[in-house]
């Protein structure tokens, strides 16, 4: 799940990236709102979280522009403790959900999680596909009611097609989706990890659509 960060604080901001890669995350992190606008014109993230104070460009503008353009991503703000107003107009301006500073990034991921899965409409934690349940919270996978350990990346890449299934979704879409910036990515690592879900899970569950990528079919009836 590919998050942006939006934090001028260097030890909240480090921390947060820190703290949602370890929970399965590929988080960027930028520290003031220009450099966020460039971000989200070049990239497309799955979730925001936003600080509202912030150099150069401030949360609420930037939020404001972001809708002004039709973008839907969904907004996690951060606030002070406070500063009721900031969260009122932050709801206003388009925010999904807010957090009080300083918080637990237990929380932090858990909203990003349920604000990720609205945005797809699924209301419930746990997706099922073709026999495959994947449960984001417990972070677990079974395939027809059997576990199966996969790596994060594999998880990531399994939750993405799951998300979308029926949809036919690009190498590029998927790698954008599972790493962040500055990784280094080997030119078939989407591939790599589509053979080892084929192999752990069934072959016949990911689709390969020549020329245009991978495809989970939706359930039927
Ligand atoms: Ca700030």
Redesign the pocket.
Known sequence: MRILIV???PLLGRGTQAGLEQGGFAADWVRDGVAADASLSATSYQAIVL????PRLGGLELLARLRARGDRTPVLILTARDALEDRVKGLDAGADDYLVKPFRLEELAARLRALVRRAHGAASAVLSVGGVALDSGAHTVTWRGRAVELPAREFEVLRELMLNAGRVLSREHLQERVYRWGEEVESNAIDVHIHHLRRKLAPELIRTIRGVGYLMARDTG
């Not at 600080?51 to 912030?54: F, V």
């Open positions: 934090e001028d604080d600080d509202l104070g912030l």
